[in-house]
């Protein structure tokens, strides 16, 4: 299995709302990430975990809470997000090497 | 920190040759990589250099100069189905847990 997998594949939410991310992969990879990407932008990094434990956030606002219940899965959880927070998540994973990208989730938030 | 640069787009014709330029500063350089992104699609791995010289996987091939901080992606024999951004990232050492920085992504458009 070489995949990285996330859900939803689309998600809308008012900007009141709780919703939530997920990504998993079963290729052993300890290091996990978020990125988001905005259109015909490059994907920025917000969260990094290393061995199930987050060892890089890179200043992201508190409504995005990261979790990374064990070494397959990481979640992003989404609360009181704003209408400038739409754009594709994309979910990584690494052996060290090169990183694995999941198909994303496209998040409109209105 | 680092600072990655590419062109933002080029266009080249079919069964020609196109080479995307990166040059990048860090404090602490440890790999680069070049991604393959169609839009709406997730980021595919082409190449990774770490020691200076050129890597060479069918069409596409990698060179490396870390003493210049520059990189480029050659792809030839293009097809249409390399109209797609390319993107250059950066990996830092200093940095836990493997960061990997990107540049801005050059599209490429082929014209038949």
């Known amino acids: 299995d070489t995949e990285v997998t996330q859900t939803p594949k689309h998600l809308v939410m008012g900007m009141t709302n709780k919703k939530s991310l997920k990504c998993e992969q079963h290729m052993g990879h300890r290091a996990m990430y978020w990125y988001k990407q905005k259109a015909k932008k490059p994907p920025e990094l917000m969260f990094v975990?290393?061995?199930?434990?987050?060892?890089i956030n890179e200043s992201v606002p508190s409504r995005f809470s990261p979790e990374c219940p064990n070494s397959s899965l990481l979640n992003l959880h989404l609360h009181a997000l704003q209408p400038e927070d739409s754009a594709l998540y994309l979910c990584?994973?690494?052996?060290?090497?090169?990183?694995?990208f999941g198909e994303g989730s496209r998040l409109t938030v209105l | 920190g680092q600072n990655i640069d590419q062109p933002t787009e080029m266009t080249a014709t079919e069964g020609a040759i196109v080479q995307i330029n990166c040059t990048y500063q860090t404090s602490g350089f440890n790999g680069l990589f070049w991604y393959q992104q169609h839009a709406g699609e997730a980021p595919t791995f082409l190449s990774y250099n770490v020691l200076d010289g050129l890597e060479e996987k069918g069409r596409f091939s990698s060179f490396l100069s870390r003493s210049k901080g520059y990189s480029y992606l050659l792809l030839k024999e293009l097809q249409m189905k390399d109209s797609a951004s390319y993107l250059c990232a950066v990996r830092d050492k200093e940095a836990a847990g493997n960061k990997l920085t990107f540049g801005g992504g050059t599209r490429v458009l082929v014209k038949p």
């Open positions: 990584a994973s690494s052996l060290g090497g090169e990183l694995f």
């Open positions: 975990y290393s061995y199930e434990k987050l060892s």
